[in-house]
């Protein structure tokens, strides 16, 4: 294989922070040039290894030893063209790829233009020294419950494309996550990209979330919601929430409360009642699970009066 | 920038002849830290440095039935284990460490448990090993079995009947005797001035509210660390990150029954302290792992251990009743106070109690403290222990007295307001105080003045420390070229290297920048107590000052020598000695020390004060907020913060001071808490969960600087470093019940349970 760098274990031993410990496990880095020798290292690695994006999760991670990422070897995927591709196509869809980080995405002129709506996500995530390091796909990837451009993502109708020694295959977003951190992506498969489909006319979304704090803060809950309205009707929509169940959840019962009736508060409030009763948390340090639900209905209704506004529905 | 239509920033001086006090001179340490060149305790490193780490319990009570270390110590790259075992009998004795007090025996126990612990994070065995991986490594590798007992988290628990018991030795000191009784309430004590029964009676509006407080932390940016080297010759060397290094020096003579003589300690520079980096925790550990391996070992805390294993705040309750007469003349006020120690007894309840009723004039006051111990981590001084806690009741239950009286909150105070010559209900009769003067400028301010914003609520509450003296030293030498080396051991927290420098400079009459301030080991300076209770400007102020004077004195002799006149015919003004009779005999400070060598030799002030006159200090808020009516988030709008400074020697350094103590109260306010399991264990023991205020969160804190001179100091400085953070919690909890009707008696205003009291 070309083009990847072994670093020896004793080198990454010598990292050290200033307290003496080692920054890291001794792990090997190596970053291939293709998807096809990416995918090679990770099936060749027996579930070890890791893709490494930005970092910004899996680097913190590895440095609190959490069990769950027993990585040996990380895979560096930002040498991999088509990971770092952002395509607006004919048919009016847009492919991001899953290595490209949340800066390049929200200053992309076919982003601002076509899907304003995703900055939402990509401009709160982490501050700006975050924000010139993690991905999307690391978002989706890392699986966790509260990941704030998952219900954004899913709200947009995304479809995942994902290669793996059998090739390649699309996965629907709102069917990565399968639990808490944990996604339908297997250790040998890698995230090539993600692809925004045209999405029609009348189309607006919105991603909120609601913290303590106004910044460094994990959301106690959040909503991305899309609708597309014509003629004073919702002909669809979605609602989907972060933080309030072991993965985000789409609100079926948030469609079904909006598609056919006309854009009123009695709809909006059913479509936010519905995500009321969908959503399912735990009550922990972060807010109680009465709170998180009541704050499922005040997000999903702002969310939803933001995206009508962005559709020029109202 | 924001632009305003009044000065945001308002120094209101009562004198000005000075030439250097009251100016604005870069900080001398200010280049080195920021570019990141200063030295903090856990960049020390040194040639075979070992790391240590510390196993902590995971029961919040338990007996400790046996540790066996030997499986650690025979871990590749472990060196040394060590546990209270290591630790030198030696009698019980009370230790002063500045603004706390302990007994020996409880300080031994926290650092580390001899037979019990008391709270998830009490330290149990410390290992030295090559890197920090390695120690980490063989902590799971001590083999301690406990038999876990039930805890006490809460001064309510820890109180009730049949409570389990802390320390089966300890018995209730009531009103100042031994009551024999074993229980968790290490102390009651009263302060009592006239008759509130008699006070009450006479009453036309009484307010009786009980408040509770959770436990927060400090937050400082650095945690705990120190590097140990015990020396071949029995000498020991520290250093680390503290806010007295002869309090660790002393401490750690105590702890390791050895004469101070023997311990060298030398400050690093220190991120950050407020009053907890006053106790010592990993210090006496590396020293006994140091003496243990006869190389050196560094230890430094994670943010977690900082949480669960240093001396946060305490918890508290308290219950006030205050009665008025239809005029707003208060006629009694009670405050019964119960506060969490933590492990060992030794709460700041007693520094509550000198603050609660301080700013007021009161005919009776009754006072109950009950210092309280509990299975949390040992508390520890933080920023006007205690004051917070008390004001958040008392300066609450004010503002419900004066919208029952129709009056306005802050001429309800100033009606009552202590002025000098006010005996307070604990004793002390104040000198010259600025509490007045605060609110009147409180009621004159434009934020005051000005119109509430629509849906906003506004509040006030003033708020007291009263600052310490103690001990300090200060040598300065006059260098060739006319500049001064000025050394002092106050570690320097906020600044203190400067506005110490700039005392020297007025007296000498140079500038600011020709000090060149050193904060120096214990080896090397005499002995001067913590930078804490507001006291390092005031009182190493002073000792420069007085060290100053001896340089100008030695000035004039030598000049005196140099021209063969009477020293008593000459002065020293603006850094120029000069004869009172003859206009041809001037020279300037530069000019003789360019000669020094050939005149006789060097010149060197020195000395060593405890100054008496310290003069406390109040602060004011005003807030505005406005309460999302869905979410229940507060968000403040506009904060200003109005403090007597006495004199402010640097302005800025006093306005900082008071918008980082403002920023501290709002953070202890809305959302800081440890947030307890069933189990007494902190689960959020990270800056993400723990949530401190972010620079977004805040709006820019307005300072207005009231100077009172305080008579008990040459340049009239009262210390400013605390009062500041008292007044938030009560300013900001009378805003929402202005906002929204509700009386929040609890912390933190979490937006959960500000919703709960919208909807209630
Ligand atoms: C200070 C700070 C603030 C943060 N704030 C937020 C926040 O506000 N909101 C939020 O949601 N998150 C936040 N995060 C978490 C993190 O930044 C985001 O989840 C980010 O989007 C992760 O992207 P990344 O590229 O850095 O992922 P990485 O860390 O590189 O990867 C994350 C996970 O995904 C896997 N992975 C990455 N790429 C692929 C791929 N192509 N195929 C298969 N698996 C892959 C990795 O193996 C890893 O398990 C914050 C993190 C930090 C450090």
């Given at each position: 294989m070309s083009g990847i760098i072994v670093v020896t274990n004793n080198f990454v031993r010598d990292i050290k922070d200033n307290q003496g410990g080692s920054l890291l496990k001794w792990i090997d880095y190596q970053a291939p040039e293709s998807v096809a020798d990416a995918v090679k290292i990770?099936?060749?690695?027996?579930?070890?290894?890791?893709?490494?994006?930005?970092?910004?999760?899996?680097?913190?991670?590895?440095?609190?030893?959490?069990?769950?990422?027993?990585?040996?070897?990380?895979?560096?995927?930002?040498?991999?063209?088509?990971?770092?591709?952002?395509?607006?196509?004919?048919?009016?869809?847009?492919?991001?790829?899953?290595?490209?980080?949340?800066?390049?995405?929200?200053?992309?002129?076919?982003?601002?233009?076509?899907?304003?709506?995703?900055?939402?996500?990509?401009?709160?995530?982490?501050?700006?020294?975050?924000?010139?390091?993690?991905?999307?796909?690391?978002?989706?990837?890392?699986?966790?419950?509260?990941?704030?451009?998952?219900?954004?993502?899913?709200?947009?109708?995304?479809?995942?494309?994902?290669?793996?020694?059998?090739?390649?295959?699309?996965?629907?977003?709102?069917?990565?996550?399968?639990?808490?951190?944990?996604?339908?992506?297997?250790?040998?498969?890698?995230?090539?990209?993600?692809?925004?489909?045209?999405?029609?006319?009348?189309?607006?979304a919105n991603y909120i979330r609601f913290i303590p704090r106004n910044e460094m803060d994990i959301a106690v809950a959040g909503a991305g919601v899309s609708v597309n309205i014509s003629n004073g009707k919702f002909v669809d929509a979605r609602v989907c929430l972060a933080s309030v169940a072991p993965k985000p959840i789409l609100v079926e019962g948030a469609s079904k409360a909006l598609v056919g009736q006309p854009v009123n508060d009695e709809s909006i409030q059913n479509a936010a009642e519905a995500a009321r009763e969908a959503a399912s948390p735990i009550s922990d340090m972060r807010g109680t699970a009465e709170y998180r639900k009541h704050l499922c209905e005040v997000l999903t209704r702002r969310a939803l009066n933001t995206a009508i506004e962005r559709a020029g529905g109202n | 920038m924001t632009t305003t239509d009044y000065d945001p920033n308002v120094v209101l001086s009562t004198e000005n002849d000075f030439k250097v006090v009251g100016t604005r001179p870069v900080r001398h340490d200010g280049v080195d830290k920021v570019t990141g060149r200063a030295i903090y305790g856990a960049d020390y490193d040194a040639s075979g440095l070992l790391h240590g780490k510390i196993l902590r319990s995971p029961h919040a009570h338990a007996k400790i039935i046996s540790i066996d270390t030997s499986k650690a110590e025979a871990l590749d790259g472990v060196h040394a284990v060590v546990t209270a075992a290591d630790f030198p009998e030696a009698a019980d004795k009370i230790m002063e460490l500045g603004e706390d007090e302990t007994k020996l025996r409880d300080l031994r126990g926290n650092i580390l448990a001899r037979d019990k612990v008391l709270y998830v994070g009490h330290a149990i065995a410390g290992i030295a090993a090559t890197n920090a991986h390695v120690a980490e490594e063989a902590l799971s590798l001590i083999e301690v079995e406990f038999e876990v007992l039930p805890s006490v988290m809460t001064t309510d628990e820890a109180m009730a009947d049949g409570a389990p018991i802390l320390h089966e030795d300890q018995t209730t000191e009531e009103l100042g005797d031994d009551s024999g009784v074993v229980s968790n309430v290490a102390k009651h004590f009263q302060h009592i001035k006239g008759d509130i029964a008699e006070g009450f009676k006479q009453a036309d509006v009484i307010v009786e509210r009980e408040y509770n407080t959770v436990t927060v932390h400090q937050g400082y940016i650095a945690p705990h660390n120190g590097t140990a080297f015990w020396s071949a010759d029995g000498r020991l060397h520290i250093w680390c990150e503290t806010q007295g290094s002869f309090v660790v020096r002393d401490s750690l003579a105590d702890l390791l029954d050895m004469p101070v003589s023997m311990i060298r300690v030398t400050p690093t520079e220190i991120g950050g302290g407020f009053g907890g980096k006053i106790p010592i925790y990993v210090e006496p550990v590396a020293a006994l792992l140091s003496k243990k391996t006869g190389t050196p070992v560094k230890i430094v805390m994670t943010r977690k251990e900082t949480f669960e294993g240093s001396g946060p705040t305490p918890g508290s309750k308290i219950k006030i009743k205050v009665g008025a007469t239809k005029e707003g003349k208060i006629t009694a006020a009670h405050a019964w106070m119960a506060m969490e120690a933590g492990a060992y007894a030794g709460s700041p309840v007693g520094a509550a109690a000198q603050c609660v009723f301080a700013a007021y004039d009161l005919e009776n006051g009754l006072i109950d403290g009950f210092d309280v111990v509990v299975n949390k981590p040992k508390t520890a001084a933080y920023r006007a222990p205690g004051s917070p806690n008390a004001a958040f009741g008392f300066e609450q239950a004010l503002n419900e007295l004066a919208e029952k009286l129709g009056m306005d909150p802050i001429d309800l105070r100033l009606k009552n307001v202590a002025t000098e010559g006010t005996r307070r209900v604990d004793g002390p009769v104040f000198q010259r105080i600025g509490a007045k003067e605060v609110l009147e400028s409180m009621r004159e301010h434009a934020h005051y003045l000005s119109e509430k914003q629509e849906g906003s609520g506004r509040g006030v509450a003033i708020g007291f420390w009263f600052n310490i003296g103690f001990d300090?030293?200060?040598?300065?030498?006059?260098?060739?070229?006319?500049?001064?080396?000025?050394?002092?051991?106050?570690?320097?927290?906020?600044?203190?290297?400067?506005?110490?420098?700039?005392?020297?400079?007025?007296?000498?009459?140079?500038?600011?920048?020709?000090?060149?301030?050193?904060?120096?080991?214990?080896?090397?300076?005499?002995?001067?107590?913590?930078?804490?209770?507001?006291r390092t400007t005031f009182a190493t102020g002073w000792a420069a000052y007085e060290a100053a004077q001896d340089v100008k004195k030695q000035c004039i002799t030598r000049a005196a020598s140099i021209w063969d006149v009477d020293p008593d015919?000459?002065?020293?003004?603006?850094?120029?000695?000069?004869?009172?009779?003859?206009?041809?005999?001037?020279?300037?400070?530069?000019?003789?020390?360019?000669?020094?060598?050939?005149?006789?030799?060097?010149?060197?002030?020195?000395?060593?004060?405890?100054?008496?006159?310290?003069?406390?200090?109040?602060?004011?808020?005003?807030?505005?907020?406005?309460?999302?009516?869905?979410?229940?988030?507060?968000?403040?709008?506009?904060?200003?913060?109005?403090?007597?400074?006495?004199?402010?020697?640097?302005?800025?350094?006093?306005?900082?001071?008071?918008?980082?103590?403002?920023?501290?109260?709002?953070?202890?306010?809305?959302?800081?808490?440890?947030?307890?399991?069933?189990?007494?264990?902190?689960?959020?023991?990270?800056?993400?969960?723990?949530?401190?205020?972010?620079?977004?969160?805040?709006?820019?804190?307005?300072?207005?600087?009231?100077?009172?001179?305080?008579?008990?100091?040459?340049?009239?400085?009262?210390?400013?470093?605390?009062?500041?953070?008292?007044?938030?919690?009560?300013?900001?909890?009378?805003?929402?019940?202005?906002?929204?009707?509700?009386?929040i008696t609890q912390l933190p205003m979490s937006p959960g349970s500000i919703l709960e009291a919208l909807k209630s």
């Open positions: 990770l099936a060749d690695s027996d579930g070890k290894a890791r893709p490494l994006a930005g970092g910004t999760d899996l680097i913190v991670q590895l440095r609190v030893k959490d069990p769950r990422v027993n990585a040996e070897t990380v895979v560096d995927i930002k040498k991999i063209p088509e990971l770092n591709q952002m395509d607006y196509d004919k048919s009016g869809g847009l492919t991001i790829g899953a290595a490209v980080p949340l800066h390049l995405i929200y200053n992309n002129p076919d982003v601002i233009k076509h899907f304003p709506a995703i900055i939402d996500s990509a401009s709160l995530i982490g501050g700006t020294p975050i924000q010139g390091r993690a991905t999307l796909g690391g978002n989706l990837c890392n699986g966790a419950p509260s990941g704030d451009s998952i219900p954004n993502l899913v709200a947009h109708k995304v479809i995942a494309t994902v290669a793996g020694p059998n090739g390649i295959r699309e996965i629907p977003v709102e069917d990565v996550c399968t639990g808490p951190r944990q996604t339908s992506i297997d250790s040998n498969e890698l995230l090539v990209s993600l692809y925004f489909p045209n999405p029609g006319e009348g189309f607006g | 300090s030293a200060c040598n300065i030498a006059l260098n060739k070229d006319g500049t001064v080396n000025l050394t002092e051991g106050s570690t320097d927290v906020g600044g203190s290297r400067t506005s110490i420098a700039m005392q020297a400079a007025e007296v000498l009459g140079i500038s600011a920048e020709d000090v060149r301030p050193s904060v120096v080991d214990t080896d090397t300076i005499g002995f001067t107590a913590v930078t804490g209770g507001s015919h000459l002065q020293m003004e603006d850094g120029i000695i000069s004869s009172k009779t003859d206009s041809e005999l001037k020279m300037t400070i530069k000019e003789l020390a360019a000669q020094l060598s050939d005149t006789g030799g060097g010149i060197t002030g020195r000395a060593s004060v405890k100054p008496r006159g310290v003069g406390g200090s109040f602060c004011g808020n005003i807030v505005d907020l406005s309460i999302d009516q869905e979410t229940g988030k507060i968000t403040i709008d506009r904060f200003t913060a109005i403090q007597d400074a006495g004199k402010a020697l640097h302005p800025s350094y006093v306005e900082g001071q008071m918008q980082g103590g403002s920023v501290q109260g709002i953070g202890w306010e809305l959302n800081e808490e440890y947030f307890m399991s069933d189990e007494g264990k902190m689960n959020n023991t990270s800056l993400l969960d723990y949530r401190m205020p972010t620079a977004l969160d805040l709006p820019m804190i307005d300072t207005v600087i009231v100077e009172v001179a305080n008579p008990g100091h040459p340049f009239g400085v009262r210390g400013i470093g605390e009062a500041n953070i008292v007044p938030p919690t009560p300013a900001i909890a009378n805003a929402v019940y202005d906002s929204c009707g509700s009386r």
